[in-house]
């Protein structure tokens, strides 16, 4: 850790983010180990942090885009029909 490591926290406590969006964040740019350590404290975090990184828009079943207003299932189903796979790729 660091003073820029500290800054870096000042700096996203005075932007208001939120709690688990900060949890989340910090699990995107962990190495193995400390994923793990996170793991250990917050599993239903990394559970649905592994879920929406595989989902289309990041959405789950029944959610709804608020920027775009896509469901998830209107997702899937334009997938389906341009036979695409999860990840956006030709089957």
Do not use: C, H
């Not at 709690?19 to 994923?35: R, S, V």
């Not at 998830?72 to 999860?86: C, H, I, P």
């Amino acid at each position: 850790m660091s003073l820029y490591s500290y800054k870096v926290a000042g700096r996203l406590d005075r932007d208001e983010q939120d709690f688990y969006g900060l949890l989340m964040a910090a699990m995107l740019k962990a190495d193995t180990i400390n994923l793990e350590r996170l793991g250990r404290e917050w599993p239903e975090v990394v559970a649905e942090l592994q879920q929406r990184y595989n989902a289309p828009q990041g959405l789950l079943p029944g959610e709804r885009n608020p920027e775009t207003g896509d469901t998830r299932e209107e997702l899937d189903a334009l997938r389906e029909k341009a036979g695409l796979d999860q990840t956006g790729g030709k089957r």
